[in-house]
C-alpha cells in the first residue's frame, strides 16, 4: 500500500509538472507571437519571422502562430518556405478558410492566376465562422474579382460579380463599387444599373450621377445621358469632362432625324440640316488630304449628298425609309472624313453617334 501511494503519488506529481511545463510553453508562445504582431506591425518583417518561429516552437499545433509565421514569410519574400509551411497545414484541414485565402494571395503575388483562382475559390465556398463571416467572404470575392480582372479572366469575373451583386446590401457605397467592376468586366448595362440605383439612393451624389451618365452615354441612351449629366452638372459646374460630354449628348438628341414622335416635317429639317453639316466636313477634309483612294471615296459620298436634296419633295412629307437613307449618306461622309481628316468637331462628332446608334442605317 505505501508503494502503491508512493506511486500514485509521483504520477500526481509528474502530471502537474507536465501540465504546468505545457501551460509555461503556451505562455511563452503567446508572448513570442504578441512580440512577433508587433514587429509585423512595425514593418520589421525579419524580426517578426523570428518571433513568430519561437511562438511554433513552444506550441507546435498552434494553427493560429504558424498561419502568422507563413503571412510573415510571405511578406519578407520566403514565398518557398511560406507554401511548403501553408501546403502543410492544408494536408489535415483541406477546407479551412484562412489557409486556404493565404494559399490564394501567396499565388496571386507569385502570377499563378489559376492556382490563385483555385484556392480562392476553395475558401469563398468553406465554412465561414465567427462574427462578420458573411461580410468577410463579400470582401474576399471583391478581391478575387479585381485579381480576375487584372489578368483577363472577363468571363469568370463577370460570374463572380452577380454572385457578389445578388448578395451585397443595397446601399450607395456598395452600388457605386458594383458599378466600377462591372465597368471593367466589359458590362455597361449593369454597371449603369447600379451606378442609377446608388443615384436613386443619394440624388446628390455627383459620382453616381456622372457614372449615370456616362454609363447611359456609353449605351447610346443619349436622352437618359443628358439627364444625368445635367443632374451632376448642377452639383459640380466645374467639371469641364462632364460639360463637354452633355454638350454632346444635346448635340446627339437634338439632331437625330430618326427619334421617335418627330414630325415628318421635323424628321427632313434634321436630314437637311445634316446633309449640309457633313457636306461642309467633307469639302474642308477634301482640301487637306493627298490621299488619292480617301479623295476619290469623298467626291463619290460628295455626288450623292448633291442629289439627296432632289428627293425631298418640298410639298410633301418625306418617308421614314427616305430619311433612313439620307441619314445613312451622313454616317457616311462622316465616317470618311474622319477617317481621312481626324477627329471630328463636337457637332460632326454628335452626327457619327447617332450613326453608330442606329447602326450605321444599313438595312
Not at 187 to 205: E, G, I, M, Q, V
Request: proline share 3%.
Amino acid at each position: 500500500m505505501v508503494l502503491s501511494l508512493l506511486a500514485f503519488g509521483v504520477f500526481v506529481f509528474t502530471r502537474r509538472m507536465a501540465v504546468w511545463e505545457q501551460n509555461t510553453e503556451a505562455n511563452i508562445a503567446a508572448i513570442w507571437y504578441e512580440r512577433g504582431e508587433q514587429l509585423i506591425a512595425s514593418g520589421k518583417v525579419e524580426q517578426a519571422i523570428a518571433s513568430f518561429r519561437r511562438a511554433t516552437a513552444n506550441a507546435h499545433d498552434n494553427q493560429k502562430y504558424m498561419l502568422a509565421l507563413a503571412n510573415a514569410l510571405a511578406a519578407g519574400n520566403h514565398d518557398a518556405e511560406a507554401q511548403q509551411l501553408l501546403l502543410q497545414l492544408r494536408e489535415s484541414d483541406p477546407e479551412n478558410v484562412e489557409i486556404n485565402i493565404y494559399l490564394a494571395r501567396l499565388a496571386a503575388a507569385q502570377g499563378k492566376v489559376d492556382e490563385a483562382i483555385h484556392y480562392y475559390q476553395n475558401a469563398l465556398y468553406g465554412q465561414w465562422k465567427g462574427d462578420h463571416a458573411e461580410e468577410r467572404r463579400l470582401q474576399l470575392r471583391t478581391e478575387l474579382i479585381g485579381f480576375l480582372l487584372q489578368h483577363q479572366q472577363r468571363e469568370l469575373a463577370s460570374s463572380e460579380l452577380l454572385i457578389l451583386e445578388a448578395r451585397s446590401p443595397d446601399d450607395v457605397a456598395t452600388h457605386m463599387k458594383l458599378a466600377q467592376l462591372f465597368l471593367g468586366a466589359g458590362d455597361p448595362h449593369r454597371a449603369f444599373n447600379d451606378y442609377a440605383a446608388a443615384a436613386k439612393l443619394d440624388s446628390h451624389n455627383v459620382d453616381a450621377l456622372r457614372g449615370s451618365g456616362e454609363t447611359a452615354f456609353q449605351l447610346g441612351d443619349y436622352a437618359k445621358a443628358v439627364d444625368y449629366l445635367r443632374s451632376a452638372l448642377e452639383l459640380d459646374p466645374g467639371s469641364g469632362e462632364t460639360r463637354q460630354l452633355l454638350t454632346l449628348a444635346e448635340l446627339v438628341v437634338a439632331e437625330d432625324p430618326l427619334v421617335p414622335h418627330l414630325s415628318a416635317q421635323e424628321r427632313q429639317t434634321r436630314l437637311l440640316e445634316g446633309l449640309r453639316r457633313a457636306s461642309q466636313r467633307l469639302e474642308s477634309c477634301l482640301a487637306h488630304t493627298l490621299d488619292s483612294k480617301a479623295i476619290e471615296q469623298m467626291q463619290s459620298l460628295q455626288t450623292e449628298a448633291l442629289a439627296m436634296p432632289s428627293k425631298l419633295n418640298p410639298n410633301r412629307q418625306p418617308d421614314f425609309d427616305t430619311v433612313r437613307s439620307g441619314a445613312g449618306l451622313i454616317f457616311r461622309m462622316e465616317e470618311a472624313a474622319s477617317a481621312a481628316c481626324g477627329q471630328a468637331p463636337p457637332e460632326d462628332h454628335a452626327l457619327l453617334l447617332i450613326g453608330r446608334a442606329h447602326k450605321g442605317m444599313q438595312p
